[in-house]
Each structure stands twice: as structure tokens, then as C-alpha cells.
């Protein structure tokens, strides 16, 4: 018979602590080092989120097993988070967990990813209140920080792969600036912090642990409809003059004390780097069509005025025609060059194939 204590999680029923791992591009090295040094008693459900894409193939449940005691495999849908096991979230769906129970879901994607850490992080904390741990490790943009936010409102703990170590540092320094209790994992390996931090956190833990005072902000991944005409959701701020870059629909504003964050009446939802990223690929997008739109005049231009017939045959009408296609060419010719320059000066985001 277990001797771990029983919580109460933050909806009010029996449950278990979770540790809750993020990563993207650069985090596999310390997500092994991490679950190697989990013991195999370890006094919580550990989930585990990394980046993957909606249909790339992956072995991670049995890469993490080959360095781990704890058993790891797919999460499966409606199954008991159980102490001592490792639940992955699997490509192409979000990984969320409610009354205890593992649940999936292929909503909207969020940050650009589904699974998304964000999705977990603030599922955990609505599920398991102050019982919830969370660590972000390596990755590009913001995904993790909006959920780290709403763990460390309900009292969890968030600790951060240290940014000066991670290959890549902006999801650490992202989830600093808006978790203002998260900690920096200064152990050598980092899994001797986080198996203190779990420790510590059950221990200041007991039976019939009140709720937050403050409810967590859901993460909608649903699509849930609601009938104001603008669209608002609860917690939502404000609607704003700007569209989701996936479906075109409006944005709202939901403020948190450390970090806004950006979702459209479907779901689909941002944090502020990853929209900044998200409109800079949308907006190039819009410049190759219009670089399209004007050579392909230019070809219909020229058609016409090889084909005129009739009055379009007038020298005078022809020379328009060729004319106005030359005009197009040389814009459609400058534009190519102006995207191609700016493109050339962007940054590539590796998180996009990691």
C-alpha cells in the first residue's frame, strides 16, 4: 500500500501531484539527464510535452524509458494518472488532464503547436492547483510561459532550465519574466532540483488543501462559441484590431499580472512573441501573393495582346496592353527583390521544425 499522502487537487476531489516538463528545440539532452535522475517512487504523475508537429513521427516514450526507472509511454486517452509514471503527450494533440484522468484533445493549435506546453501547464494547474510543478526546458519564442504564468498564480512551482546553459534560451527567459516566483535549476544534473522541488511541495502539502483564492484562466482548446457578438470569453480583456494568424478571426487580450496573451473565438491562441513570429510569416506570405497577383497579370497582359482581335487589335490598344505588362513585370521584379532581401534578414526559428 502507497504511503504517499492523498491530495486534494484544485477542483476539490482526490488526486495527485504532477510534474509537468515543457520543451521545444535543444530540450531532448536535458529532458533524458531530467527523467534519469526521477526516482522510482517519485510522489507524482509526470507529463511530458515536447514539440513535435501534428503528424511527425517520434520515439520519445522510448527514448525517455531507455534513461528513466519510471515507465513511459503515449498518453492514452481517459486513463488514471497514476504516481511514478511517465505520460507523453503525443503528436497531434494537446495534452491535458482533468479529474485525474488523462485527456487528449486536437483542438486549435496553440503557440503554433499542438501538442502545446502552454495547454498542459495551465491544465495542470486548473486540475491539481498547488500540487503542480512544471519545468520549462530549451526552446525558441514563448510557448510554456502563459501556462507557467497560471501555475505560479495557483500557487504551483515553476522552475526553468537555466537560460545561460539551455542551446536555446528564449522559452527559460520567457517563463522567468512572467512566472515571477519560478527558479532557475542550479543542480548538477537539474533532476536533483526538480525531485526536491516535488519533495518540498508534498511535504508543505496536506489532506483537504484549500483551493487558490484565485481561479486559474482556462486555456480554451475546445473552440467553446459564446453568443456576445464580440466574442469575449471570460477572462478575456479585450477584443483588438488584430486578426489570428491561422483562421482570420478576431483577438482578444487576456491579461495576466506578468504576460498578455492572444486568442481568436476558435482557440487558437499566442503569446506575444510567437504572434510576432506568426504575423512576420504571415505578412511575407501576403507579399509573395502580391508579387504572384502582379506577374501573372503581366502573362495575361501579354496573352491579350498577342491574341487581340477586333478593336483590341488597334496598334495603339496592343501597346497598352504590352506596356502595362512591362510596368507590372518591373513592380512584380522590385517587390520579389525587396521580400527576398527582407527575408534574407530574418532569423530562422528552428522551433518551426523542431
Known amino acids: 500500500m502507497s504511503t504517499q499522502p492523498n491530495l486534494i487537487s484544485a477542483n476539490g476531489r482526490p488526486g495527485v501531484p504532477l510534474l509537468a516538463i515543457g520543451g521545444s528545440a535543444g530540450s531532448l539532452i536535458p ?9 522510482w517512487d517519485l510522489n507524482a504523475a509526470v507529463l511530458v510535452c515536447q514539440h513535435t508537429g501534428d503528424t511527425g513521427r517520434s520515439n520519445l516514450p522510448k527514448i525517455l524509458g531507455r534513461h528513466t526507472s519510471l515507465p513511459a509511454a503515449w498518453a492514452v486517452e481517459a486513463e488514471p494518472l497514476r ?4 505520460y507523453v503527450a503525443p503528436p497531434g494533440h494537446h495534452l491535458l488532464v482533468h479529474d485525474g484522468l488523462v485527456r487528449l484533445s486536437s483542438g486549435p493549435r496553440v503557440n503554433r503547436h499542438r501538442p502545446s506546453v502552454d495547454v ?20 525558441v519564442l514563448d510557448d510554456g510561459s502563459v501556462g507557467a504564468a497560471v501555475v505560479d498564480l ?3 512551482q515553476v522552475l526553468v532550465q537555466n537560460p545561460d546553459t539551455a542551446e536555446f534560451a528564449s522559452m527559460p527567459r520567457c517563463t522567468l519574466a512572467a512566472a515571477p516566483r519560478a527558479r532557475i535549476m542550479v543542480g548538477t544534473p537539474i533532476g536533483h532540483d526538480v525531485v526536491a522541488a516535488v519533495a518540498r511541495q508534498s ?15 482556462e486555456v480554451d482548446v475546445q473552440g467553446a462559441v459564446s453568443d456576445e457578438p464580440g466574442f469575449l470569453q471570460p477572462g478575456e480583456s479585450q477584443l483588438t484590431r488584430l486578426v489570428c494568424p491561422d483562421c482570420g478571426g478576431a483577438l482578444a487580450q487576456v491579461d495576466l499580472p506578468q504576460i ?5 473565438h476558435v482557440g487558437h491562441q499566442f503569446g506575444p512573441q510567437t504572434l510576432a513570429a506568426a504575423q512576420a510569416e504571415a505578412s511575407e506570405q501576403k507579399l509573395w501573393s502580391a508579387v504572384a497577383a502582379m506577374e501573372e497579370q503581366a502573362v495575361v497582359l501579354n496573352y491579350l495582346e498577342g491574341r487581340s482581335t477586333g478593336d483590341a487589335a488597334d496598334p495603339t490598344i496592343q501597346g497598352t496592353f504590352r506596356s502595362s505588362a512591362e510596368e507590372l513585370t518591373n513592380r512584380a521584379g522590385a517587390l520579389r527583390e525587396q521580400v527576398q532581401r527582407w527575408t534574407a534578414g530574418r532569423a530562422p526559428d528552428p522551433g518551426e521544425t523542431s
Open 154 to 156: 495557483v500557487g504551483g
Open 203 to 217: 511535504a508543505a502539502l496536506k489532506i483537504g488543501v484549500p483551493v487558490a483564492d484565485r481561479q486559474p484562466p
Open 31 to 39: 529532458l533524458r539527464e531530467l527523467v534519469s535522475d526521477l526516482p
Open 83 to 86: 504516481r511514478g509514471r511517465i
Open 260 to 264: 498578455s496573451y492572444f486568442r481568436c
Open 120 to 139: 498542459l501547464f495551465a491544465s495542470a494547474a486548473q486540475d491539481a492547483g498547488p500540487a503542480t510543478t512544471v519545468v520549462v526546458l530549451s526552446g
